[in-house]
């Protein structure tokens, strides 16, 4: 008997960073989707799930929309973004801050993730997100390095990455 092939599924993400009160901060939330289990509460940045055929930048501005209320106006990596249209396929090409895969647990994610500027106030809480916040990133770079069990997983590398800090 042959098993039906799982694919990975691709993902966005947002690294948001704005100065508040003088100090620089990202945007951070919690972790509230349906049926996610003990990755409830766990903290993130804005992400989601690319649909068929759409945008990865369109992918990105939705799920930052939906899941902060906050409105992109930068997405670096997209100004270079090349499209072509040959034989009927249009393909984009760009580069984005990072690539994460998850190799096991949950459920397999291709997740990219940009840096972007935004405008607007976050949401405090929304169907899948809670205590939206901005974090300083000093606070930040101390609570992955103390507590990386709080990030989702996804998450934890491209963090640390933006934030200089070393991989153990």
């Given at each position: 008997m042959i098993l039906p092939e799982t694919f990975a599924i691709p993902c966005v993400g947002a690294i948001i960073a704005r100065q508040v009160g003088g100090v620089r901060c990202l945007l951070i939330q919690e972790r509230l989707k349906p049926g996610a289990g003990i990755e409830n509460g766990m903290l993130e940045v804005a992400a989601g799930k690319v649909r068929e055929y759409e945008n990865v930048f369109a992918a990105l501005r939705r799920e930052v929309g939906e899941e902060t209320g906050?409105?992109?106006t930068r997405i670096a990596g997209e100004n270079t973004a090349i499209t072509r249209t040959v034989n009927g396929y249009a393909v984009m090409s760009y580069t984005p801050f990072c690539i994460t895969q998850n190799l096991s647990g949950g459920y397999s994610i291709i997740l990219h993730t940009f840096i972007c500027e935004a405008e607007g106030e976050p949401?405090?809480?929304t169907d899948e997100t809670r205590h939206l916040r901005w974090l300083p990133l000093a606070e930040c770079r101390q609570r992955l390095r103390d507590r990386p069990?709080?990030?989702?997983?996804l998450h934890i590398n491209v963090l640390?990455?933006?934030l200089g800090q070393e991989q153990p």
């Open positions: 906050l409105r992109l949401l405090t809480q069990e709080d990030f989702y997983p640390s990455l933006y």
